[in-house]
């Protein structure tokens, strides 16, 4: 009951109100971050979420108050539970912008060792739920690194890729997130992320062989190519040596589909589509 209601009364303040009542609100919110119950802590992470975003930057610095609810959140990074995943490292990112005094300095070190850790727990994850959320997240962070992501680029590439290979069900949100994390990329990490065109391409190409042979949503289906056709578009801008060849070459591997007409035209129409756009 208790809980309940300073979640609706937490909620319900905005700023200016929220940082003149620092004091009062966000002990209860630490303490039901640090309780043994997910449910709990998803309720905590939602109020410290409403706190940094109704405060002002200045007050939640004060006094080590940012200190103190980054160290809260991070002890929750090792949770599997991913309704509180979902919400923790938008949060994360909160309190890491409220410590950023300098652009340069201040993303290299928490907020990169974050992300590392991310990566880590991304490698070793099979759980689809998991990697969706894990996927997003990996998103958010790159937004927030900017250009500072090329130190990452090898480790976040790798994940990326290896992401591309699995389908994650009918909706196939994780491969829709990798693929503007790649347009992300793309943007923020020139000229490092050239050396990885071809290997991009590549698998580019495998995920277009599945939305043929996949049982997809057409909207699911046309949101994937017309995410790969600005991909290839985009290598094709900076090597255009590579791309329309190896379009060519995979037009030549339409016989292997015998047997899977229906399969093979969608194949044959998928890949003069993105001829057309490329061109």
């Not at 689809?128 to 990452?152: D, F, P, Q, T």
């Not at 030549?252 to 057309?276: Q, R």
Request: proline share 4%; with cysteine; glycine share 4%.
């Amino acid at each position: 009951m208790m809980c309940s209601l300073y979640t609706w009364y937490c909620k319900e303040l905005s700023f200016p109100l929220v940082s003149e009542y620092l004091d009062i609100l966000l002990p209860p919110s630490l303490h039901l971050v640090d309780s043994y119950i997910d449910e709990m802590k998803v309720i905590g992470v939602e109020c410290l979420s409403h706190i940094m975003k109704e405060s002002g930057k200045a007050e939640l610095r004060w006094h080590g108050r940012s200190g103190v609810i980054l160290d809260a959140l991070l002890k929750l990074t090792y949770s599997k539970h991913e309704p509180l995943l979902v919400i923790l490292h938008p949060a994360l990112i909160q309190i890491l912008e409220v410590l950023d005094t300098d652009s340069n300095s201040a993303r290299s070190s928490p907020g990169e060792n974050i992300y590392r850790s991310l990566l880590s727990d991304m490698y070793l994850e099979d759980n689809l739920a998991l990697r969706r959320s894990y996927a997003y997240s990996m998103k958010l962070y790159i937004m927030y690194m900017k250009g500072n992501i090329v130190k990452h680029l090898k480790e976040t590439m790798k994940i990326v890729l290896n992401y591309l290979e699995d389908s994650c069900g009918s909706s196939e949100l994780t491969r829709l997130t990798m693929l503007e994390i790649l347009s992300l990329l793309f943007e923020t990490a020139q000229p490092r992320i050239v050396k990885y065109y071809k290997e991009t391409v590549k698998i580019l190409l495998r995920l277009v062989v599945d939305t043929a042979v996949l049982p997809l949503e057409s909207d699911t289906r046309n949101t994937i190519l017309l995410k790969i056709a600005s991909l290839l578009k985009h290598v094709h801008k900076n090597n255009n040596n590579f791309v329309l060849p190896t379009l060519e070459a995979l037009t030549g591997a339409l016989p292997e589909f015998p047997n899977h007409v229906e399969e093979g035209n969608i194949l044959a129409s998928t890949i003069i589509f993105l001829k057309s756009e490329i061109k």
